[in-house]
């Protein structure tokens, strides 16, 4: 099956840019959706598709991809954004199809 | 606004089984797809299952295959997922999820509060 792999953690000072990555061959053929959780919570959908970012998500959210890699770029990163997120990608093979979540990165903001 | 509400969650032993349901409102639900999402506690996301929009595709995990199943009922608007032959590991906030378009797996943009399944003896 297939697999995405994230950082466990990444850090980023209060207003500075952050970008948090997601490897996997799934990539190549399918963008990757992206989901923040904050605790107790279920996730919200922040970012999908080549550039589209649901209604009421802020634009200091952005996600590109290259080759094999997602990102998620925060720039200006606020407190509020403290969270996991989550990778995600669809990936279909004869007769079959699978979803796939990376491990989640867990977001300090300090 | 869409609603998704889940229910059926509860304490089981292993080997054992529950049915739960979400109910979806606020959207035409026969139109997208669904999934079902669990975290076992403390743990990352697991995609478990899938439904087209007819409820005539469904897809799953390869941990739950044979063991669940996938259903809905558009004229309820309501989506459910029998678990049969729990397994400790099988315990798990549930999720449903409501796909953006009629395929399964597009992005989920819309989620429940989940219902927790415990399996233990």
């Known amino acids: 099956s297939s697999e995405l792999t994230q950082d466990p953690a990444v850090s980023v000072a209060l207003g500075q840019t952050v970008r948090v990555t997601c490897q996997g061959d799934?990539?190549?053929?399918?963008?990757a959706t992206w989901y923040q959780q904050k605790p107790g919570q279920a996730p919200l959908l922040v970012f999908y598709?080549?550039?589209n970012r649901p209604s009421g998500i802020p634009d200091r959210f952005s996600g590109s991809t290259s080759g094999d890699t997602a990102s998620l770029t925060i720039t200006g990163a606020q407190a509020e954004d403290e969270a996991d997120y989550y990778c995600?990608?669809?990936?279909?093979?004869?007769?079959?199809?699978?979803?796939?979540f990376g491990g989640g990165t867990k977001l300090t903001v300090l | 606004e869409v609603h998704l509400v889940e229910s059926g969650g509860g304490l089981v032993q292993p080997g054992g089984s529950l049915r739960l349901s979400c109910a979806a409102s606020?959207?035409?639900?026969?139109?997208?797809?669904m999934s079902w999402v669990r975290q076992a506690p403390g743990k990352g996301l697991e995609w478990v299952s899938g439904?087209?929009?007819?409820?005539?595709?469904?897809d799953y995990a390869d941990s739950v295959k044979g063991r669940f199943t996938m259903s809905r009922d558009n004229s309820k608007n309501t989506l459910f997922l029998q678990v049969n032959s729990l397994r400790t590991e099988d315990t798990a906030v549930y999720y449903c999820?409501?796909?953006?378009?009629?395929?399964?797996?597009?992005?989920?943009?819309?989620w429940g509060q989940g219902t927790l399944v415990t399996v233990s003896s």
């Open positions: 606020g959207f035409n639900f026969s139109s997208y797809a």
């Open positions: 995600s990608s669809r990936d279909t093979s004869i007769n079959h199809l699978e979803v796939v």
């Open positions: 439904i087209s929009g007819s409820g005539g595709s469904t």
């Open positions: 598709g080549k550039n």
């Open positions: 999820a409501k796909d953006s378009k009629p395929i399964v797996g597009a992005c989920f943009d819309y």
């Open positions: 799934s990539l190549r053929r399918s963008f």
